[in-house]
């Protein structure tokens, strides 16, 4: 029988944060119908030897390697095709938020009159002003752009049916995945459930993306580029 929830969590050089992480998964997603999909996404430190020696204690958890990194968003993409859940979710491996938040999403799934209708993201709180005010900002402009409601578009977990996975085409490869999935399911009709999830300090290592203002800036554009590349490929595919 497919597990009921699938949670897919790419790491791209995160040897030191796996132990934690999957210390942490075990006491929450170590239960029937649930499955952690940790997808090795191009790692070129010590992840494959960690996940080697500690996916045996959690057989809850598997893996599945990308030889070569292609973006955030190919990870997760890969996890994905490879998950066998009815709800799909996927959140980060840097410990700064909860595996444990995705059974808090999935309570939504389960009360739902139509969990096929049903998109749930987490909303961040306990963040450094600056990011807040920078999230906002984006959450602004792109709300403005799209023309549809979208606030802390980077927040974990995110979470959905199966048959609403079954309908992307040609979903981005970078941190875009984030605004891609959110803004379909908005754009679909789907209801969207927030909930409120803790946002920590990593436990190892520095963010790939998030280090000073000149990577923010870099990411801005990266992303403005693309939500006016996904606003055209929508509007032509109507």
Same mark, same amino acid.
């Given at each position: ?5 699938? =949670?897919?969590?790419? *790491? ?19 239960? %029937?119908?649930?499955?952690? #999909? ?6 070129? @430190? @010590?992840?494959?030897? #960690? ?9 809850? *958890? $598997?893996? !599945?390697? +990308?030889? #070569? ?17 009815? !709800?799909?979710?996927?959140?980060? *491996? ?20 139509? %969990? *096929? ?13 600056? @990011? ?11 709300? #403005? ?26 979903? %981005? &490869? ?11 399911? $908005? ?8 909930? %409120? !999830? ?5 436990? &190892?290592? +520095? ?9 923010? =800036? ?6 403005? @580029? ?13």
């Amino acid at each position: 029988m497919n597990p009921k929830l699938s =949670v897919v969590i790419p *790491a791209y050089n995160e040897a030191r944060n796996l132990p934690l992480l999957l210390e942490r998964a075990a006491g929450s997603l170590a239960r %029937p119908g649930v499955e952690l #999909v940790l997808v090795n996404n191009g790692s070129t @430190d @010590d992840s494959a030897t #960690v996940l080697n020696d500690l996916l045996p204690r959690y057989p809850f *958890a $598997r893996c !599945v390697d +990308v030889p #070569v990194n292609q973006g955030y968003g190919y990870g997760i993409l890969s996890g994905l095709r490879a998950a066998e859940g009815e !709800v799909l979710a996927w959140t980060h *491996a840097d410990n700064q938020t909860d595996p444990g938040d995705t059974i808090r999403g999935l309570e939504h799934f389960e009360k739902a009159s139509d %969990p *096929a209708r049903l998109f749930v993201k987490g909303r961040r709180f306990g963040r450094p002003a600056a @990011d807040v005010f920078f999230t906002s900002g984006m959450s602004v402009f792109e709300t #403005v752009l799209m023309g549809k409601p979208l606030s802390d578009i980077n927040a974990q977990p995110t979470m959905f049916h199966r048959k609403f996975w079954e309908t992307w085409r040609n979903p %981005p &490869h970078d941190f875009s995945l984030d605004l891609y999935a959110f803004y379909l399911a $908005r754009r679909a009709g789907l209801t969207v459930a927030r909930f %409120p !999830v803790q946002f920590g300090q990593r436990a &190892h290592g +520095v963010s790939h993306w998030n280090v000073n203002w000149r990577a923010k =800036v870099k990411f801005i554009r990266r992303t403005l @580029d693309y939500s006016f590349q996904l606003k055209s490929e929508l509007k032509e595919s109507k």
